[in-house]
Nanobody, 115 residues
Framework: QVQLVESGGGLVQAGGSLRLSCAAS????????MGWYRQAPGKQRELVAG???????NYADSVKGRFTIDRDNAKNTVYLQMNSLKPEDTAVYYC?????????WGQGTQVTVSS
């Protein structure tokens, strides 16, 4: 059984910063990809950032230059540093990883940015 535990969400003013963490545990073999998605009310879930095992990264255009993703392979943990937050970043943020062709999701953590 694989479990993803997210932390670091909360309420912050526009221009502030938050750092999300997601720790994976359980029967993992060799996690190939880890990433963060978000879903705002009334909108579809969208990819925010992803990182491969070899540290290749990709970002949504809306967060480039403000968010940074990194990972610790030894701990199966992925992080999302979010700077210069905007009200439109408000959403539930979900951790996602792929291992042996299977995808796993965290329970989500709320990020609210006030104007």
């Amino acid at each position: 059984q694989v479990q993803l535990v997210e932390s670091g969400g909360g309420l912050v003013q526009a221009g502030g910063s938050l750092r999300l963490s997601c720790a994976a545990s359980g029967s993992l073999f060799r996690v190939s990809w880890m990433g963060w998605y978000r879903q705002a009310p009334g909108k579809q879930r969208e990819l925010v950032a992803g990182i491969t095992r070899g540290d290749g990264t990709n970002y949504a255009d809306s967060v480039k230059g403000r968010f940074t993703i990194d990972r610790d392979n030894a701990k199966n943990t992925v992080y999302l540093q979010m700077n210069s937050l905007k009200p439109e970043d408000t959403a539930v943020y979900y951790c996602n990883l792929e291992d042996l062709g299977r995808a796993y999701w965290g329970q989500g953590t709320q990020v609210t940015v006030s104007s």
